[in-house]
């Protein structure tokens, strides 16, 4: 985001204006953890005590805002199952340790509100086609317990899938979507990289029948099933607009964009439609690959806002080190325009490793704003007035409501040129701060979407 900041103030409590012109970069990232629940890794462990979940999960966010995030990503619908109440599908095994048997609490109302009292960004992470899985042939898929016509899932080797080829498959997607987003104040719906299955070795997706009788004149069936895929992010990104525009729309993909292609996710034109808000491939390598396809998706930072998601699990199973992550952080700072951060999974934050504390301590040093979707639903801020120093205190006056301050600084040895790279110095509720080092201190104003204000004149701290 680039601010033309006109300047004020030559000493600590001077406002005095002039015409200079510098081009003002601010900083923006997203900073999230995936917080997986299938198979309960991360929540709730087989803890199913309504007390012990809630403290647990409140744990989790109490040690994000310690680290300075600002967003998680919560699985609410791993296999045709859910986190809260719904007309479609069944209350999730993960939650009570019985697919069907409710809880006795709204989970996702209280997760959504825990988060939003930290100031934390809530995603609901979905997967939108899978059902059930088993380890092998002979072994049952759990029972479906809901309304669902059995033309609607296939059976493949070791997974159930609802149907991509179908209209109603999509359609049941888009209105569990529209469930999740009218009920419940998310900020975004996230999907990561299950679209169709990974198959074992020899087998084919039994999908013969809809090809000859769904597939437009001259489809392959890979074109048909690329094509079945790309219907669903449409009606889903469709959906989500039309309902509450201000929610994002993030799409999770393998990093290798070769793997995409097996499953039929053509992520890089999904972003080229704007279909998706945010595009945060999954870099669990080490060199060259997260190099490769770190430089490889950068490239679709004109369409979709990128970011990156780290296997800080690997570090968690002692696959990876932390010398291997930071070195990760230092390839992604080649592309600018990565605008996000995230680490799978939230479990790896609570694995005793004061390693991975000072890792995320350095990295997020300072707090973040995240980055928007760009779907302006509430009016533009103003900028800030009347800032001024005394000393150390910074203060400022404001006519917006319901926003936070950003308070951003401008280090002494870029005020001679064209470009500047601001620093976020604090958020704040507050109409004043105390400032420390020297430098020139901008305001902004933020509402709960983050849009953001132009910003104020400056003060210079000496």
């Not at 290798?256 to 034109?269: G, L, P």
């Not at 951060?341 to 790896?348: I, L, N, P, R, V």
């Not at 701060?433 to 020297?438: G, I, P, R």
Request: glycine share 4%; proline share 5%; charged share 25%.
């Amino acid at each position: 985001m680039v601010f033309l900041a006109a300047c004020s103030s030559d000493d600590d409590s001077s406002t005095k204006v002039d015409n200079t012109k510098q081009e003002i970069i601010l900083p923006k990232d997203l900073r999230a953890v995936w917080f997986t629940t299938v198979w309960q890794r991360d929540w709730p462990q087989n803890q199913f005590d309504v007390s012990v979940q809630k403290k647990m999960y409140t744990d989790y966010l109490d040690k994000m805002v310690e680290l300075n995030f600002n967003s998680i990503f919560v699985q609410v619908r791993s296999m045709a199952d859910a986190f809260y109440k719904s007309k479609y599908e069944p209350w999730s095994a993960n939650i009570t340790g019985v697919r069907g048997q409710d809880p006795g609490y709204d989970v996702m109302r209280f997760m959504v509100e825990e988060a939003h009292k930290r100031g934390l960004e809530f995603h609901a992470w979905i997967n939108p086609y899978r059902i059930s899985t088993r380890a092998k042939v002979a072994d049952s898929f759990a029972p479906l317990k809901m309304e669902l016509e059995e033309n609607m899932y296939v059976d493949c080797q070791k997974i159930r899938v609802y149907n991509p080829a179908l209209p109603e498959v999509r359609q049941r997607l888009a209105d569990i979507v529209l469930e999740i987003i009218n009920n419940y104040d998310v900020d975004g719906i996230v999907m990561d990289d299950y679209f169709y299955p990974s198959l074992e070795p020899g087998e084919e997706f039994p999908d013969a029948k809809d090809y000859s009788e769904l597939a437009e004149v001259g489809q392959t069936k890979d074109q048909f099933r690329f094509s079945n895929v790309d219907k669903t992010i449409k009606l889903l990104h469709e959906s989500i607009v039309a309902a509450r525009p201000e929610v994002s729309f993030t799409v999770s993909p393998q990093g290798n964009a070769d793997n995409n292609k097996k499953i039929y996710a053509d992520v890089e034109s999904w972003t080229k439609e704007k279909w998706v808000d945010f595009v945060m491939p999954q870099l669990y390598y080490d060199e060259p690959n997260f190099s490769k396809w770190a430089n490889h998706w950068s490239r679709y930072s004109w369409y979709s806002v990128p970011m990156i998601a780290y296997g800080l699990y690997k570090v968690e199973d002692g696959s990876f080190n932390v010398a291997q992550i930071q070195r990760q952080f230092e390839v992604a700072d080649r592309y600018p325009r990565y605008m996000g951060t995230t680490f799978y999974s939230a479990k790896a934050l609570f694995s005793g490793n004061g390693e991975v504390d000072d890792l995320i301590k350095s990295r997020f040093a300072n707090p973040a704003l995240i980055p928007h979707n760009g779907r302006k639903v509430l009016p533009e801020p103003t900028a800030p007035v009347g800032v001024s120093l005394s000393g150390s205190v910074l203060s400022w006056d404001s006519n917006n409501s319901d926003v936070i301050f950003a308070v951003y600084r401008v280090a002494p040895s870029f005020y001679d040129s064209d470009k500047a790279r601001a620093e976020l110095v604090v958020l704040t509720k507050e109409k004043t701060t105390e400032v420390n080092s020297s430098g020139r201190y901008y305001i902004t104003a933020v509402n709960k979407r983050n849009h953001e204000s132009n910003l104020s004149l400056y003060v210079e701290k000496k």
